[in-house]
């Protein structure tokens, strides 16, 4: 908790940022819970979250520079830009090191139009563009520009072509699309094999709650 009465949650994989937040307003049977931006459900990391009253101070903090810790796997392409979606081309991929830096500060020069991906949170007349995905509805989403404020590459195994990066960006910027972007750079596919949010803003993961850590350290000075 912070000092402006906003909650910081470590999502777990597998839940919604809308599941976090349901959690806790059925927990608090509070009226209206809300949260800075949406994680997918195969990501962890920094949830930061607004309750009752409390909702109306997220669009007054400055939260659109966030940070990613991720994984990039080359050589295949998911149906979702992730490891949960099925694979539907794949092309042998032998990238070496001093090729993905040279691609990586091709898009670190400065901002670039990216395409939100399809299987994003991004609304298309009212409805999540995942949902119409899914649905094989076909839509066309708009480049927007982006940015790569910081990129780092914390490791690369060439032998598995598995690349993690933390990587400081703008608002409106999609994981997903950069991986399958820094792919087509390096002549291959590739596809997000995790993914943790590490910072919001001024807001950092490591002074998050986990989800049940949370619920029971409330529920134990309720009583």
């Known amino acids: 908790m912070t000092n402006h009465n906003i909650i910081l949650i470590d999502k777990p994989s597998g839940w919604t940022s809308h599941d976090v937040c349901a959690k806790i307003k059925s927990y608090f049977n509070f009226k209206k819970v809300g949260h800075s931006g949406t994680l997918d459900p195969m990501a962890t990391g920094l949830l930061v979250i607004g309750c009752n009253e409390q909702t109306k ?27 949960t979606g099925k694979v539907i081309t794949s092309k042998p991929s032998s990238i070496i090191k001093k090729q993905l830096k040279q691609a990586i500060r091709f898009f670190k020069k400065g901002p670039y139009l990216q395409k939100p991906h399809i299987f994003s949170a991004k609304k298309v007349n009212g409805i999540r563009a995942y949902d119409l995905a899914r649905a094989k509805t076909n839509i066309e989403l708009k480049a927007v520009k982006v940015k790569i404020n910081k990129i780092k590459i914390l490791s690369f195994d060439q032998t598995k072509q598995v690349v993690i990066l933390r990587m400081n960006v703008s608002k409106g910027f999609y994981v997903r699309s950069f991986c399958e972007d820094l792919a087509a750079k390096l002549g291959t596919f590739g596809y997000v094999s995790a993914l943790q949010r590490t910072k919001c803003g001024k807001f950092k993961l490591k002074h998050a709650y986990k989800l049940n850590d949370f619920l029971k350290l409330s529920n134990s000075y309720a009583n």
């Open 57 to 83: 101070q997220l669009s007054k903090l400055s939260l659109d520079d966030k940070e990613y810790v991720s994984n990039f796997t080359f050589g295949s392409k998911t149906e979702t830009g992730d490891k």
